[in-house]
């Protein structure tokens, strides 16, 4: 057990740092007495932001089993933000995302993001697991920090669907699933 238990934990104020770049179409309207014009540019927008457990559940949707962050759906919000009263954005493409900070902020965003979606009263190995599970689907965006948290997560608590070896071996190869497989059943013939 760690001595720092971030399943129990008030609250955590960490962050992950999530770059958000892709196409999309700035609108600008001009006006005269007479003349209206619309002016449309193609640019590319590029946007850090630091997130949290709640906000990548205001960008995303976490769940028990996951967590969902759809490139395009940041890029819209991006988009959003950066629109004003001289100009309007709107995406045009696909959008690319990435998500970068130390192995404790990643666990620290997901063991909070999970206690956002558990039972107050839910077991620490839950949490670990439902953790895990964020990681997991998290990491497609950051590099192999989400799996050496999860591997802290696995080492500490007793976490269920991810099995130790098959972590390590998705970050040493790349693309193995995390997930433990399904064991085979033999069926008479």
């Avoid at 309007?88 to 979606?117: C, I, P």
């Avoid at 950051?142 to 799996?147: A, K, M, V």
Wanted: charged residues 25%; contains cysteine; hydrophobic residues 35%.
């Amino acid at each position: 057990m760690p001595t720092n238990d971030t399943t129990t934990d008030d609250r955590s104020t960490a962050t992950l740092t999530l770059t958000a770049r892709g196409p999309a179409v700035c609108v600008i309207a001009h006006t005269t007495d007479d003349l209206a014009v619309t002016e449309s540019t193609d640019v590319t927008l590029e946007a850090e932001m630091e997130i949290d457990a709640g906000e990548l559940n205001t960008l995303g949707d976490v769940h028990k089993q996951g967590a969902v962050l759809l490139p395009n759906t940041v890029g819209e919000h991006v988009a959003d933000q950066c629109s004003d009263t001289d100009a309007t954005y709107r995406t045009s493409g696909n959008w690319e995302l990435t998500l970068a900070g130390t192995v404790d902020d990643w666990v620290l965003v997901a063991v909070q993001a999970a206690k956002d979606r558990r039972s107050p009263t839910v077991s620490k190995a839950r949490i670990a697991t439902t953790a895990c599970h964020i990681l997991d689907s998290l990491a497609e965006y950051g590099d192999d920090r989400p799996l050496l948290a999860m591997l802290d997560l696995i080492d500490h608590y007793d976490v269920a669907d991810f099995e130790r070896e098959s972590v390590l071996e998705r970050y040493r190869e790349g693309d193995v699933p995390a997930v433990a497989p399904p064991e085979e059943v033999e069926t008479d013939a």
